[in-house]
Structures are given as C-alpha cells and as structure tokens.
C-alpha cells in the first residue's frame, strides 16, 4: 500500500472514532472539515502516477476519477455540513449525541467508500459498498421522527437485498475464476480476472452478471430496484443526500463497470450491453414521468438523480469510446451539480422551514443568491448549454444516434420530460409570488458556488490532458 492510498484510507478510519467522543459539534465540525480535507489532498497526491498493484489494492485511471470525485465531494459536504448542522443544533433537532454519531458516521461513510474504489479483491469491494450502505442508513434516521426512522429502515432492507443479489453473483465469479486460477485469493483479484478473462467459464458470468446487476444496481437507484432512494433523500439530512446522489451511486455503478470490464473482455459470454441499456431506458422513462407528481423538493432531486443514473447506465451499456466518455462526463457533472443542488436546497429547506414546493416560492426575490443558485443547478442538471452536461448529454445522443436510432429517440423522450418537469417545478419555486422572509440560515454558499463553477468550466473547455485521461479511461471500458 502507498502512501496516497494508506493515507486516503487511515484518515477518516482515525476521525471516525475522534468524532464519536468530541462533545462540542463546533470541535467536530472543524476535526470533519480537516478529515476531509486530507482525504481530498491525498487523492490528488494519486495523480503523481498509478502505484503497483497488490493483493488487496489496484489503483488506475479508471478509479483515479472516482477516488478524486469522492474525495472533493466529500471535502465541500463536510465545509457545508459545518453551517448546516449547526442551524440543526440551533433548532433543536439534532441532539449532542446525534451529532457525534453523524460526525463519525460521515468519515466512516468516507473511509467505506474509498475502499470500495481502490479495492482490488471482489470480496473487499462488497464488503466495503455493504459498510458504506449501513453508515448512511444511521446518518438518514437521524432525526428519529417516525418517517426518518421509517425511510432508514425501508433502505436497510431493500439494501440488504440488493447487496445479497450482489454477494450471490460474486460468489459465482470466484467460481467461474477457480478453474483458471485455481482458489485462494488470486482468483477475486481484479487484475488476475481481467486478465485472464477468456479463460473462465462463460455460463457463470452470464449468470453472475444478471445478479451483480440487479444487485449493485439496487445501490444505483436504478428501476424497478429504486424505492428506497427518494425516501433516504427526503428524511435524511441534506448534506447525506449530496453524498448519496454525488458519491454513494457512483461507487455502486463503478463497481458494476468494473465486472463489466471483464465480461467485455470474453467474447464468449453474453455482451452485457444490452441489459444496462434496459435498466437504463426504464431508469430515465419513469423518473422522468415522476418528476411531474413530486410535491417535496428534497423527492423531486432525488428522482432526478433516478433519471441521471439511468441515462449514465444507458451510456455506459452502450459502450465505444463515445457512449463511454459521454458516461464519465455525465458521471463526474451529476455529482457535482445535484451537490450544488441539494447544497441550496438544505439552506432554502431550513430558511422556510418546509420541504413542500407548495410553500416554497419567489426564492429569486427573498433570497436572490440561494434563488439564483437553484436556478443556475437546474439549468445545468437539466442539460441546457452553457453546462458540461449539455456536452456530455449531446456526445452520448450522438453516439446512440449513429448505432440505435430507436434507442435515441427514448432517450431523447425521457430528457425532454424531465426538462419540462424541471422547468415548470422552477417557474414555481424561483419566480413565483414570493411567500413570507424565512429564518436567515449559517451553511455556507462557497460549496455550491464552487461546484457549479467547475460545471461550467466543464462545459466550456477541457484541459487537453484531462481530455486525453478520460479517452484513455472510455478505451478501458470497452
């Protein structure tokens, strides 16, 4: 293990407990800032170049993106997070004890999350998405109202049964790699199943994928396997839904990209393209309509994010070096814009006092900067230029367009009902007859602001060896 990695992995496993036992939630919030912070710095320190690698941990370009997106979403959560629970603590509904358990929660949450990414061992990767899933389901009962403790318990099972799905098919792919590389831990290491992918048995990966799909697309949010998302979203504190929309979903899908690589990599077994696309399509089509019937903010972005996970499933199951840049692109600015989004949503949520669109309205004339940054998030998740996501969603139609016109035109459909959802949702909240002045709310906009920056830098120009990193990443990925 190197430095960077042991570094990335040791800091939040040391802050964790240190949150737990620190009293004052100003201390904790301060200690959970700088956490985060290193985190952020050894990620970057990963740039420097890919390390061997092990038996336990694989570091490329491919998890590079991941580490560095998680640790950089983590790092602006944590800086929002301090505000946040701080008006939290002001109202009363988080007690001291409830703040060191999120404050403990969050860098396990963190540290879970990165091992999941650098993990090279199939059995390690699932044991971490599996701590990860269990340090958000104590961070969304939070609150211990009836419906937080509800929403958590809904995604304890429906997670459980997902990661079951996912044990099961990982279990086949170590039986499918026992033939070629005989048992022991060799045979769930990543690298020695990618390459020696043509030498293990096609019909238990065919199988094994089916599971890891249903499985890990569970985590994903994907449909039918989605219900437990848009309730974590809603009763959970805010700054646990940025990380579930920003990161939680990413680790999943990265996860399944990886088994991806390797049946890509037999050309006897089924192309697994096919599937993700289904699940995908689906994805995008039903959030979409469901956009239309949301009445609590918080639900209404979290079904987008339904929608946004599917069309990156649709894009990496379409595969080439197109659909599979349009995929990382669409990825990294998802992640970043709906944390912006859900960064403004937390401070407008507390500043009147509601989740309900109903109740919300005017935020561009009572609260210009929180209203105008809602509005600039829509606009970029909703795909409209001058975003990255304009870009990314352009190149994946495009892609499509060229191999399945069929495909493109659904794909097409499901991003014009979300934009129109989208839009008539934010002709409401933001331009509508504003309501009485809300409560001035302490979290910080700079998160928020920094994220939507880098969306639009993204949209308007790709540093050549950024650009050349990504190409490099969608030729891994088949």
């Keep these: 293990m190197t430095w960077p990695v042991a570094g990335l992995l040791l800091t939040p496993l040391i802050a ?14 301060r200690l959970n800032i700088t956490a985060s912070g290193l985190g952020f710095l050894f990620a970057l320190a990963l740039l420097r170049g890919a390390p061997e690698a092990t038996t336990l941990f694989l570091i490329d370009r491919l998890n590079t993106i991941f580490l560095i997106l998680n640790a950089f979403v983590g790092l602006t959560s944590s800086l929002f997070s301090a ?80 990661i079951g799905l ?7 792919v170590y039986l499918a790699a026992v033939q070629a590389l005989g048992e022991g831990i060799r045979a ?91 699940f995908g399509l689906t994805s995008v089509l ?18 987008s994010s339904i929608e946004q996970m599917g069309l990156i499933t649709f894009a990496f199951g ?23 989004i859900f960064f403004s949503v937390g401070q407008i949520v507390q500043a009147r006092g ?42 994946l139609l495009t892609s499509s367009f060229a191999r399945a ?6 794909a097409a459909l499901g991003l014009l009902l979300a934009l129109g959802a989208l839009l008539r949702r934010l002709g409401e909240i933001a331009f509508g007859v504003p309501g009485p002045a809300g409560v001035p709310v302490r979290a910080s906009h700079t998160p928020a602001l920094a994220h939507l920056a880098l969306a639009l830098l993204m949209g308007l120009f790709l540093p050549g060896a950024v650009a050349a990193w990504f190409h490099a990443v969608a030729g891994m990925l088949g």
């Excluded at 005017?362 to 998740?381: C, K, N, Q």
């Excluded at 016109?405 to 659904?410: D, F, R, Y």
Aim: charge should be positive; hydrophobic fraction near 55%.
């Design 16 to 29: 964790a407990p240190l949150l737990a036992a620190l009293p004052s939630h100003r201390a904790a919030a």
């Design 83 to 162: 505000g946040y629970i701080g008006h939290e603590v002001k109202t009363g509904r988080l007690t001291p004890p409830a703040l060191r358990l999120y404050h403990a929660m969050f860098q396990l949450m963190l540290f879970a999350m990165s091992l999941a990414l650098c993990a090279n061992n199939i059995g390690l990767i699932w044991v971490a998405v599996e701590l990860a899933t269990l340090a958000t389901v104590m961070m969304v009962g939070i609150y211990r109202t009836h419906a937080a403790l509800e929403a958590a318990w809904k995604y304890f099972i429906l997670g459980s049964v997902g």
């Design 166 to 172: 996912a044990l099961f098919g990982t279990i086949l």
């Design 188 to 278: 769930m290491e990543w690298s020695n199943l990618h390459a020696h992918a043509t030498a293990l048995d096609p019909a238990l990966l065919n199988v094994a994928f089916i599971f890891l799909l249903l499985g890990y697309g569970t985590k994903t949010g994907l449909v039918p396997m989605h219900a437990w998302l848009p309730d974590a979203h809603a009763e959970g504190p805010t700054p646990v839904s940025a990380v579930l929309s920003g990161l939680l979903l990413n680790v999943a899908l990265y996860a399944l990209l990886r088994f991806k690589m390797i049946m890509a990599a037999n050309a006897a077994v089924m192309h697994p393209g096919p599937l993700m696309i289904l």
């Design 286 to 303: 039903f959030a979409a309509l469901m956009l239309y019937r949301r009445g609590d903010i918080k639900r209404l972005f979290a079904y």
């Design 318 to 340: 379409l595969g080439g070096p197109l659909g599979n840049l349009a995929g990382i692109l669409q990825m990294i600015l998802h992640s970043l814009v709906k944390s912006a």
């Design 354 to 395: 509601t989740q309900r669109i109903a109740e919300i309205r005017g935020l561009t004339t009572s609260e210009p900067l929180l209203g105008w940054m809602l509005v600039a998030g829509v606009v970029a998740i909703a795909g409209l230029p001058p975003f990255g996501l304009f870009m990314s969603e352009f190149l």
């Design 405 to 410: 016109p069929a495909l493109t035109a659904l």
